[in-house]
């Protein structure tokens, strides 16, 4: 009975973990012996072909190496079934358009002609991600450092937030992507304006979150601190900020997925060029393909940053598990 579970077991796992190269097979499948529809655009090479099959390949080596890597073999069969569910939602969305035109052509272009924007426009993109990425990057440092030192004052002084607070109550609740039409009047160039609207965007979480976490910080602390000695600055920067940190990181998640919404708004209203601005080009020429490369590029882009941001909390809050997974 035990060597029946067992292979049961085992053959359960083995299937688990082919699952996403069996997904894959069934998208080659569909894309090869099932003819497109003849109101798509003909695309000159079939690059949707060539990406299953480096997927397939993919899949076959993890399926190989996962017999001889248990960390592998596990991560496999925990994401096997998920893999290849993504695998046959490509393919109902190949069939839904590309195949059988069942949405507007215009609209929902076959997944050929959206592969080709990347090769055909490569240059561009690549400018484009340059562009977006110093932007962000710009915003969410001034962001994320004016929305840290005002946290600090108003969660430590009384007076400084009796006096300000009120002020960021009103101001600060308003999305920042309302004051883009004063912005870009007030600005010389619209890359600075663009900036502005992110850091704005992001000072708000931030700001908030920090002031929060630092008057939350348990009093006793600084009675000890003052007890022994310590000075303004050490509290603040040694019992104060280290204590609020979980605080400050949600803020800082919050504050960029802020900017991100802010950074493609800013691009579609002055820029010369960024994703937002790629996007927006191309849905005024009525160029599709164009427009859902630039909605992937968005999703990676954001997903890199999100991911390095955890990285980093992981490196910094080790110790503290958190309320935001990723």
Known sequence: MRFLINLRLSAKSILFRALPALGVLIALAVQNFVADSPLH???????????????????????????FIKKL???????????????????????????????????FPSFDNILAVF???????????????????????????VGFITGVFLGFSRHVYYWINPYIKLIGPIPATAWIPLVLTTFPTPFGASVFIIALAVWFPVQLMTSSGIQNTSKVYFEVGRTLGAGTFFQVFRIAVPAALPNIFQGTFNGICAAFIALMTAEM???????????????????????????????????????????????????QKGLIKW
């Open 41 to 67: 655009p003909v695309s000159t090479k079939s690059y949707y072909n060539k990406l299953l099959l480096i997927l397939l390949l993919a899949a076959f080596v993890l399926f190989i190496h996962s017999f």
């Open 73 to 107: 073999k596990t991560a496999l069969e925990f994401k096997g079934p998920f893999l290849a569910g993504a695998a046959i939602l490509l393919t109902l969305l190949n069939l839904i358009t590309a195949k059988f035109a069942l949405l507007p052509v215009i609209f």
């Open 119 to 145: 090769v055909d426009q490569s240059g561009l993109l690549g400018k484009c991600i340059w562009y977006s990425f110093r932007l962000l990057l710009l915003g969410v440092f001034w962001g994320v450092t």
């Open 269 to 319: 209203f002055g820029a010369k060029y960024g994703i937002g601005w790629y996007i927006s080009y191309q849905k005024a020429m009525m160029m599709y393909p164009g427009v859902y490369a630039g909605l992937i590029l968005i999703a990676l882009f954001c997903t890199v940053i999100i991911t390095a941001l955890f990285k980093v909390r992981q490196k910094l809050l080790s110790w």
